[in-house]
């Protein structure tokens, strides 16, 4: 059974809506989020999070920026800027919380998700092989951009 094309723009709209509060209520960081944009049919990054969606909607959500940023991401949180293995470390739990309460919040508009372990990705890595992809670039004070992806299969 497939959806209709009013209840899966729906559905974007909620995962849209739901990853700026998500964001908002993670990350203590006074921020800015520019207008949401399609991508093509791939996607170049050299460091990143991927957290697999599962449930009623199937995707990838991804955080996406340099090593620096997430570092003073976590020194804002944590109080300690981290690298190697701990940065790592760190950047995974990110985005489990990002992706953790973006799934409490579009339960509410009655989509039921789950989501995968934190999959790191380092180097020149691309991604393909999904139907649509979403880019959301978010503009921290103080401290950069990092780029959300939500790749819908």
Known sequence: MSISIEQRNSTVRDLLNGTFTSFKNVVPIKHDIKKPQLLGKSLHLQYGVLIGITGDIKGKLI?????EVFSSISEVMFGMSLDGDMLASFSGELGNM????LSTIIVENG???????PTIMEGNTTLSGYEKAIQLTIVMDEIGEMDIYLLLD
């Open 111 to 117: 989509i039921k998700t789950d989501i995968t372990s």
């Open 63 to 67: 955080l996406s920026s340099n090593p």
């Open 98 to 101: 990002i992706a953790g309460c």
